[in-house]
């Protein structure tokens, strides 16, 4: 009989052992791992982006380049109560402006580059009148680029909605369909010019990674 008991004791207190060695492992186990948002596949979209996210860019620009993005803004635009966002990044080679449309179908445009007015060779004046008109052209680099529309709108930096910055600006659509040219007016009649090179871009060519950065 008092070896039967001996017997029971030895068993129950190596249950026990080994319930107190599984329970320091997973303790530790879960201090080791990283702390970081889980995010469900459906969620990374370019929609959901914050500051400190992060996305691939396939197939940009002319040369079909391959960027790795790194998300350091999102900005608002207000056009009469018509409004969408902008993603500035950071890459290998420079910013890169994502201007993100959310309608009936998800529009979406990247800016290639940034000019100056002089370097559009186009006047003011030549601007005026197409605002008045309502139609006109210019041409860029040996391609067409017809008026689209024009307006005056706001931008929220950082989708701060206490710092307004009004503009106006002049779009203009490849007739080729494989661009746009905005012309933006910052600061009233006297205000500087400011031309954005852009081309249109699929879902299919981003793939976001993170949406925002990590504690």
């Given at each position: 009989m008092?070896?039967?008991?001996?017997?029971?004791?030895?068993?129950a207190?190596?249950?026990?052992?080994?319930?107190?060695r599984s329970?320091?492992?997973?303790?530790?186990?879960a201090?080791?791992?990283?702390?970081?948002?889980?995010?469900?596949p459906?969620?990374?979209?370019?929609?959901n982006m914050?500051?400190?996210g992060?996305?691939?860019?396939r197939?940009?620009g002319?040369?079909?380049?391959?960027l790795?993005v790194q998300v350091?803004?999102?900005?608002?635009?207000d056009?009469?109560?018509?409004?969408?966002f902008e993603?500035?990044?950071?890459t290998?080679?420079?910013?890169?402006?994502?201007?993100?449309i959310?309608?009936?179908?998800?529009?979406?445009?990247?800016?290639?580059r940034?000019?100056?007015?002089?370097?559009?060779d186009i006047?003011?004046?030549k601007?005026?009148?197409?605002?008045d008109?309502?139609e006109?052209?210019?041409?860029?680099?040996g391609?067409?680029?017809?008026?689209?529309?024009?307006?005056?709108c706001?931008?929220?930096?950082?989708?701060d909605r206490?710092?307004?910055?009004?503009?106006?600006?002049?779009?203009f659509?490849?007739?080729?369909?494989?661009?746009?040219?905005?012309?933006?007016?910052?600061?009233?009649?006297?205000?500087d010019y400011?031309?954005?090179?852009?081309?249109p871009i699929?879902?299919?060519?981003i793939?976001?990674?993170?949406l925002r950065g990590?504690?």
């Amino acid at each position: 009989m008092e070896f039967l008991l001996v017997i029971i004791v030895i068993v129950a207190a190596l249950v026990t052992i080994n319930i107190m060695r599984s329970k320091k492992t997973n303790d530790q186990g879960a201090a080791d791992t990283p702390k970081h948002t889980r995010y469900k596949p459906d969620d990374l979209r370019i929609e959901n982006m914050q500051p400190g996210g992060f996305y691939a860019l396939r197939a940009y620009g002319p040369n079909m380049t391959d960027l790795d993005v790194q998300v350091t803004g999102r900005h608002r635009y207000d056009e009469h109560g018509y409004e969408w966002f902008e993603i500035e990044g950071e890459t290998e080679i420079g910013r890169v402006w994502l201007t993100v449309i959310e309608d009936d179908d998800t529009e979406m445009t990247v800016t290639l580059r940034k000019i100056s007015l002089a370097q559009l060779d186009i006047s003011r004046k030549k601007l005026a009148k197409i605002d008045d008109k309502e139609e006109g052209e210019i041409t860029f680099e040996g391609k067409r680029y017809v008026y689209e529309d024009s307006g005056d709108c706001l931008f929220f930096r950082d989708g701060d909605r206490n710092r307004a910055e009004e503009f106006y600006y002049w779009d203009f659509e490849a007739t080729d369909g494989s661009g746009s040219v905005t012309v933006e007016r910052w600061g009233g009649d006297g205000g500087d010019y400011e031309v954005h090179i852009s081309q249109p871009i699929s879902e299919s060519q981003i793939t976001v990674y993170a949406l925002r950065g990590e504690a």
